[in-house]
């Protein structure tokens, strides 16, 4: 949900929460259609926020502040969030504070690990994609960014493009989910995808190449198998493994140039700097979430 409530104790516990998926109402669209999930949440945000406040053994006047989420993200979405959130603290007299998403997820590895600032954080997501040196709380310099599609939304477009849906194996799973499982028994050997950005010096992702590489490849075995778009390839698994391949090196390669270019500029400091990455997502053939690592 866009408005993200919790009760916290003074060192930092969480009380009570309540999560809601749309995630099944997604797979029978398709995917994620922005008027559709800015209606689901209408629908379930006020029910969400009271589960979070019973379960908390909290009432409204008790909280200190509101924290909602106002940006970046599918604006129809944001805007329940933050309508609910601005009523709710004009009923309960309550401050608010507006959270960038991208932002609180580069802060997450902090409470998992003794990292300190600076240090530099990959941010990835179905909706984003970016390099940041966190400098502190609410100052981070960034170094690089997606300049058309993010790797979650490639991933889901690839799987859409893959009829996955109608996979026996993925009938139940977002498209990413469905790239990961079949990657797992794939051969990424038989695709051979150009990484993206091979000359471009800079630390900017670029996914939209990937992804027209992907299809053409699709469209050559689907003329060579004799079959139409949307029945399945009998090579699904080795178009995911590569696929997901490649979207991994392209993430690292530009992680390393952010790496040489804040050793070349003194933006890190030590010998062995901190590296964070924050993925969004259940694939852990790229990275979980709070991962550390001193380069």
């Known amino acids: 949900m866009t408005l993200e409530l919790l009760c916290w104790t003074r060192t930092g516990q969480i009380l009570g929460e309540s999560l809601h998926s749309q995630k099944e109402v997604h797979l029978r669209t398709g995917g994620i259609i922005p ?6 949440h209408r ?23 509101v924290a909602t989420t106002v940006k970046p993200g599918l604006a129809l979405s944001l805007g329940i969030g933050l309508e609910f959130s601005q009523r709710f603290v004009r009923k309960h007299n309550k401050p608010f504070i507006p959270i960038h998403h991208m932002e609180a997820h580069a802060l997450t590895v902090r409470m998992l690990q003794p990292v300190s600032f600076p240090f530099l954080v990959l941010l990835v997501s179905g909706g984003h994609s970016l390099l940041a040196v966190a400098r502190g709380v609410d100052d981070f310099l960034l170094l690089g960014h997606t300049l058309d599609e993010a790797p979650g939304d490639t991933l889901d477009k690839v799987a859409r493009r893959l009829s996955l849906i109608k996979h026996p194996q993925c009938s139940t799973l977002s498209g990413g989910q469905a790239i990961e499982l079949l990657a797992k028994d794939g051969d990424r050997t038989r ?19 990937l992804r027209n590489q992907v299809t053409m490849a699709i469209m050559k075995k689907e003329a060579e198998e ?10 699904v698994n080795d178009i995911a493994a590569a696929t997901q391949h490649t979207v991994a090196s392209h993430l690292a390669k530009r992680t390393h140039r952010a790496i040489l270019f804040c050793k070349a500029n003194s933006l890190l400091p030590g010998k062995k700097p901190h590296v964070g990455a924050v993925w969004r997502s259940c694939k852990q053939s790229v990275h979980p979430q709070g991962f550390v690592h001193r380069h």
Do not use: K, W, Y
């Open 35 to 40: 008027t559709v999930a800015q209606q689901l």
């Open 43 to 65: 629908e379930n945000i006020e029910r969400v926020v009271h589960e979070a406040l019973q379960r908390s053994n909290v009432d409204a006047v008790q909280l200190s502040a």
């Open 191 to 209: 695709f051979r995808f150009r990484t993206p950005m091979g000359q471009t010096h800079n630390c900017c992702f670029s996914f939209a190449g």
């Open 226 to 235: 004799g079959i139409r778009q949307g029945s399945l390839l009998s090579c």
